[in-house]
């Protein structure tokens, strides 16, 4: 599977972004898709996943209420950032896996990550 993640910009605090996660190579139908960022010295951290078939979404706990992770079709996922924060300022990749578990933990595909700056 191979993932391409957009949608990244500068953007005011306050503003909103939405994220963009496509596959080529494969369908995303049977993955869950798990979203993650990795602000400048820091370790990467997840953000949120959702479950290859939509019903089920997880988020870290920081940023429920703010981020939404949704799916559109077979090869899209998104992520929706609202009332953002310049400590959002970070670089987001998308990942896929099998399970949402695995998908939050350990993923085995990853796509390239896209900036995401929020300014005070």
């Known amino acids: 599977v191979q993932l391409q993640a957009s949608g990244g910009g500068l953007v005011q605090a306050g503003g909103s972004l939405r994220l963009s996660c496509a596959a080529s190579?494969?369908?995303?139908?049977?993955?869950?898709i798990a979203w993650f960022r990795q602000a400048p010295g820091k370790e990467r951290v997840f953000v949120a996943s959702i479950s290859w078939s939509g019903s089920s979404t997880n988020y870290a706990a920081s940023l429920k209420g703010r981020f939404t992770i949704s799916r559109e079709n077979a090869n899209m996922v998104y992520l929706q950032m609202n009332s953002l924060k310049p400590e959002d300022t970070a670089v987001y990749y998308c990942?896929?896996?099998?399970?949402?578990?695995?998908?939050?933990?350990?993923?085995?595909?990853w796509g390239q990550g896209t900036q995401v700056t929020v300014s005070s």
């Open positions: 190579g494969r369908t995303l139908s049977t993955y869950a």
């Open positions: 990942a896929a896996d099998r399970t949402m578990i695995a998908a939050m933990k350990r993923p085995d595909y």
